[in-house]
């Protein structure tokens, strides 16, 4: 019944070792990740949970989206519309693939991160070519935003600024805790 020959081997300074590395691996990696996905102030991940704080993701959606520039375009008269709907078409055909590519390398960063043996040159590389990525997005929607602009009339840029302004208008903040008594 008690057979020492059917015990499970002990584990070596070495093996505890290993155990304890592989934990702390996992933890700075889902941390990593956490706040990569999670941080508040950059729209957070999945797309849409953040709100209208982060500007920069905010400008490619302004470009396409229930929010954006196209919802903009309908509170103008038809032929505006019809006559700025190419610009915006053919933006959206320029920065699609530019997002697509960023999203790929967004993946494979996270990935990266919980790959072992861990290598940090690694991860620096992987969220370098995201940022990389993501910086080619902005770039791109920027100059998209600025051809667009350029063809709108005065008017109808300070009207875009002022509709802007009241569909990115942040919630107000929450109430500030009581202090104890």
């Known amino acids: 019944m008690n057979d020492p020959s059917s015990a499970p081997p002990a584990v070596s300074g070495r093996g505890w070792l290993l155990i304890v590395s592989l934990g702390l691996n996992l933890l700075v990696a889902g941390a990593v990740a956490g706040a990569f996905f999670s941080h508040p102030h950059r729209g957070g991940w999945p797309p849409g949970r953040g709100g209208a704080v982060y500007d920069a993701a905010n400008l490619g959606r302004a470009l396409a989206g229930e929010h954006g520039f196209r919802a903009y375009l309908e509170t103008l008269p038809a032929g505006r519309r019809a006559a700025l709907k190419p610009l915006v078409e053919q933006s959206q ?89």
């Open 93 to 181: 055909q320029t920065i699609r693939p530019l997002r697509q590519a960023a999203q790929r390398l967004r993946v494979e960063a996270v990935a990266v991160t919980a790959a072992e043996p861990f290598d940090p040159a690694k991860v620096e590389k992987a969220f370098g070519d995201l940022t990389d990525a993501e910086g080619a997005v902005h770039r791109a929607v920027a100059q998209a935003y600025a051809r667009i602009m350029a063809a709108l009339t005065p008017e109808e840029r300070a009207q875009f600024a002022a509709w802007r302004k009241a569909h990115d208008a942040l919630p107000p903040a929450p109430p500030a805790p009581s202090a104890p008594r």
